[in-house]
T-cell receptor, first 113, second 111 residues
Framework: DSGVTQTPKHLITATGQRVTLRCSPR?????VYWYQQSLDQGLQFLIQ???????AKGNILERFSAQQFPDLHSELNLSSLELGDSALYFC????????????FGPGTRLTVL | EDQVTQSPEALRLQEGESSSLNCSYT??????LFWYRQDPGKGPEFLFT???AGEEKEKERLKATLTKKESFLHITAPKPEDSATYLC????????????FGQGTRLTINP
């Protein structure tokens, strides 16, 4: 158990809908990262937050957004969902910045029908 | 662009049969190479971080080594519970300094 929690574990929704994925980092960690893992793309970095502020962006679509709250939990919002958004979404956390080891949560499996 | 290539894509071994997984990378300046283990449907589990050529780290039946262009994950006398996908990632030297992951090696250990 890494100490990173993610909810929900599974999410099934329809095209065009909007969903919110939630992540709680390990106790004491200030950075949260979001990744998408699909069969053909592997693990892709989406976005990083550090102590409430956006720190780095990867291949995140404009339909996706995230935020980190004062209690350091983070939410990833996915809107106007398409079939291709079906994937595993992982959250990771680290003590400070990207120099530190990232510990991953169990993931949320999103299925868009 | 920074790239990470892992080989082989899949490897099937008998219990006790030692082998090595390869991770080759191209980055302008390495700021850390990471190995993770991932079981099906689960999150990646951290194994090792290597920072400089010549560095080695060990944990139970696993040993990770690093050269200037690649890293190896050596598995000695593996057991069925070592079956998993092993992921390698490098941290970029510039820009977002994000982790760039390889596609992974799917390892199966038969009893």
């Amino acid at each position: 158990d890494s100490g990173v929690t993610q909810t929900p574990k599974h999410l099934i929704t329809a095209t065009g809908q909007r969903v919110t994925l939630r992540c709680s980092p390990r106790s004491g960690d200030l950075s949260v990262y979001w990744y998408q893992q699909s069969l053909d793309q592997g693990l892709q970095f989406l976005i990083q937050y550090y102590n409430g502020e956006e720190r780095a962006k990867g291949n995140i679509l404009e339909r996706f957004s995230a935020q980190q709250f004062p209690d350091l939990h983070s939410e990833l919002n996915l809107s106007s969902l398409e079939l291709g958004d079906s994937a595993l979404y992982f959250c990771a956390s680290s003590l400070r910045g990207v120099s530190d080891t990232q510990y991953f949560g169990p993931g949320t499996r999103l299925t868009v029908l | 662009e920074d790239q990470v290539t892992q080989s082989p894509e899949a490897l099937r071994l008998q219990e006790g049969e030692s082998s090595s997984l390869n991770c080759s990378y191209t980055v302008s300046g390495l700021r850390g190479l990471f190995w993770y283990r991932q079981d099906p449907g689960k999150g990646p589990e951290f194994l090792f971080t290597l920072y400089s050529a010549g560095e080695e780290k060990e944990k139970e039946r696993l040993k990770a080594t690093l050269t200037k262009k690649e890293s190896f994950l050596h598995i000695t006398a593996p057991k069925p519970e070592d079956s998993a996908t092993y992921l390698c990632a490098v941290r970029e030297d510039q820009g977002a300094q994000k982790l760039v992951f390889g596609q992974g090696t799917r390892l199966t250990i038969n009893p």
